[in-house]
């Protein structure tokens, strides 16, 4: 702690020495703001080096927690009084749940909500209940739910199996060429795929001891309704895929051989014991744990094998519990989180060789997966492993932009003593480089876009396709690390970044929300790469962002901006949003312009505690317009980040950046 804060303050006023002597006035609070996040994000720091920030999602997680005790019979009371607590705290004014803090009602959730709280015990005759109903009656019903949440309810014997689609274990057997195969669709889907298609051919009964029902949920009965799907994505292709599902239904259905069934259940099982991950769970997420769980019990499994505590484990883990409230993430982030954190401080000032940037060096470096060749090889078979997954431990799934995050750190920390481990990085992030140019988060080439068709694709979020948000992140780190435009990779992947552009100057952000995370990305790349055809597409970004600041000073972006028709839609002005804008400015060379001024203004004025600025609204995405995010550490590193930077570039001796985020 010391010599963190030593090192800030130190950075602080050899900046006010050089300003001085430049005839500038040092700004005062700016260099306090800086010292005083810094010394609370290093004390967030845990032993081992690492941080790991809440990483919270809608009321779907901790709904199915519930939901999942209550199919086991293994009711734990005082931890779904805390949820149930957490649950009625995020009910919306519309009465039912949304995907985001003041979001629009999402049917699905608010089913899910609603039958949890009930689980626990909730009276439905309360007025949050009786809230709830009617705003799921008016939307049409629980009928009109997703996939997932309708497989839930025939789970539970609350709609009968009809109201789910086609989902056959067989699929499982199918060869690598076929159109329909395990490894065409993303890691998430996959893992959590695998076990339900187990869970849907066994067809469990949720124990439900409490005998809980939602039927007055529903405007027409179950039994009698028969209008349960609807074409995923409007296109042709979706009215055939319909079609489909109801001729293998009355056709086939009745003749699906037992001994094939029962091949493909036990490879479902083969694929979940190898990659179970210890008390990390398959996947490392939620819904790929919950499912293994259901499947494990389905095929009677004993609670106390290594497998299922394992897994049951793996979800506790996930629990946020406090004195009267708590809720469940959907998973952990604690390599993103310190890959970010890292790089905050080092921008605040402190060494690569300060204990603390030491500490998250080699927690980082321990966390490379060198011996596991996970799905990613089966695109891929000749590349070695050397990335990082999201996760404390996920050596299947590593993820690829957090790679790039870590790599860009330790090199800016100290690049000979990590030499090894960034080498071999570099070699498989450029491997998993898609034919397009781009990159994706964990698969390479995976955009088969006839399965966003299938009646049981109606989530949208099948696909691991290159978008530009992590496709920059890797220019930018092997930029950083010296490749230039000559390398093929660089080329390419600046070509699809130029072809990613939006027309007025902005660019998607896949993984942050929204198009200020992803044109903060791409800036990043184009500034580390240089050259004069980039200019004019930095301006045009940079004079987008302009616009779209607030009069406040910040910036902000709703969530529904993943609808297109949305897309300039604001509540508020958020730290971490108008972070990401002032840091994208500065990378566009407007670190003199007026907007940044404001910008650095509003997060000195903005409330926080030490070095964490008050935030309500999500500022992520899992899935566009299915599952948002909401990273707690990101109104902590990203403002620390901004305003070091702003105080390097205006105050300091560095008037160019030479980094690669």
């Known amino acids: 702690m010391k010599s963190a804060l030593e090192t800030a303050e130190t950075s602080g006023s050899t900046a006010s020495d050089q300003s001085a002597q430049s005839g500038e006035a040092v700004n005062d609070v700016l260099i306090e ?58 009910q919306g004014d519309h009465g039912g749940w949304p995907l985001y803090h003041e979001g629009d009602i999402d049917i699905s959730a608010t089913v899910k909500a609603y039958f949890a709280l009930k689980l626990t015990g909730e009276d439905s005759t309360a007025p949050h209940m009786e809230r709830a109903r009617d705003a799921v009656l008016a939307h049409g019903g629980a009928s009109k739910c997703n996939v997932f949440t309708r497989t839930t309810l025939a789970l539970f014997g609350q709609m009968p199996w009809r109201a789910v689609p086609i989902m056959w274990v067989e699929a499982l057997l199918l060869p690598k060429w076929s159109p329909i195969n395990t490894y065409r669709v993303s890691y998430w889907s996959r893992t959590v795929m695998v076990p339900l298609l187990a869970v849907v051919a066994l067809r469990p009964v949720a124990r439900n001891p409490r005998q809980v029902n939602i039927s007055e949920l529903f405007v027409t009965a179950p039994d009698l309704e028969w209008n349960y799907f609807t074409n995923p994505t409007g296109h042709w292709l979706g009215e055939v895929m319909l079609v489909m599902d109801r001729i293998l239904r009355v056709l086939f259905e009745p003749f699906r051989p037992r001994f094939l069934i029962r091949h493909a259940i036990n490879k479902a099982i083969s694929f979940i014991t190898e990659r179970l991950n210890g008390v990390d769970g398959l996947g490392a997420i939620f819904p790929a744990i919950a499912n293994t769980i259901m499947a494990f019990d389905a095929l009677g499994y004993s609670r106390e094998s290594t497998e299922f505590t394992n897994a049951r484990e793996a979800l506790c883990r996930l629990l946020i519990l406090k004195e009267n409230i708590g809720y469940c993430q959907p998973c952990v982030s604690p390599v993103w989180d310190t890959g970010l954190a890292s790089h905050a401080l080092l921008e605040a000032g402190l060494s690569g060789h ?8 080699e927690w980082l470096r321990n966390r490379q997966i060198l011996d596991v060749d996970g799905d990613w090889s089966k695109n891929r078979k000749s590349l070695r492993p050397g990335g990082w997954a999201f996760q404390y431990r996920n050596d299947y799934y590593p993820d690829v932009d957090d790679t790039a995050v870590v790599v860009m750190a330790l090199d800016r920390a100290d690049g000979d003593r990590y030499q090894i481990a960034i080498d071999r990085c570099a070699e498989w992030v450029i491997g998993m480089q898609s034919q397009n140019g781009g990159w994706g988060a964990f698969d390479a080439d995976n955009e088969y876009r006839l399965l966003e068709h299938v009646p049981f694709a109606d989530h949208n979020a099948l696909l691991d396709p290159p978008t530009a948000d992590v496709t920059a992140r890797c220019v930018s780190m092997l930029v950083q690390l010296g490749y230039d435009r000559s390398h093929p990779a660089v080329a390419r992947g600046i070509d699809f970044l130029i072809r990613s552009q939006d027309g007025d100057g902005s660019w998607f952000g896949r993984w942050g929300a929204n198009y200020i995370y992803g044109t903060w990305s791409v800036l990043c790349a184009f500034e580390a790469t240089g050259g004069e055809d980039l200019q004019p597409l930095m301006a045009r970004s940079a004079r987008w962002l302009v616009s779209r600041q607030h009069s406040d000073g910040g910036w902000g972006e709703d969530c529904s901006s993943y609808w297109e028709h949305r897309k300039n839609e604001v509540k508020k002005s958020t730290p971490t949003q108008t972070a990401w804008a002032l840091l994208a400015l500065m990378k566009a060379g407007e670190v003199e312009n007026e907007s940044v001024r404001r910008g650095v203004e509003f ?18 995405v899992g899935f566009p317009r299915v599952f948002y995010l909401h990273y707690h550490g990101y109104n902590s590193y990203f403002p620390l980040w901004a305003l070091a930077r702003y105080r390097a570039l205006r105050l300091g001796n560095s008037p160019t950046l030479t980094y690669g985020m």
Do not use: C, M
């Open 33 to 90: 703001t800086i010292v005083e996040a810094t010394a609370w994000l290093v004390s967030q720091q845990a032993d081992d080096g690492h941080w790991a920030f809440e990483l919270e999602a809608d009321a779907t997680i901790p709904s199915e927690y519930i939901l999942l005790n209550h199919f086991l019979d293994e009711i734990d009371d005082e931890v779904e009084g805390k949820l149930a607590a957490y649950l009625r705290s995020t």
């Open 603 to 620: 997060l000195l004025d903005a409330p926080r505690e030490g070095g964490e600025w008050t935030e309500k609204y999500f500022n992520a």
């Open 354 to 361: 300060d204990p603390v940037s030491a500490r998250a060096g």
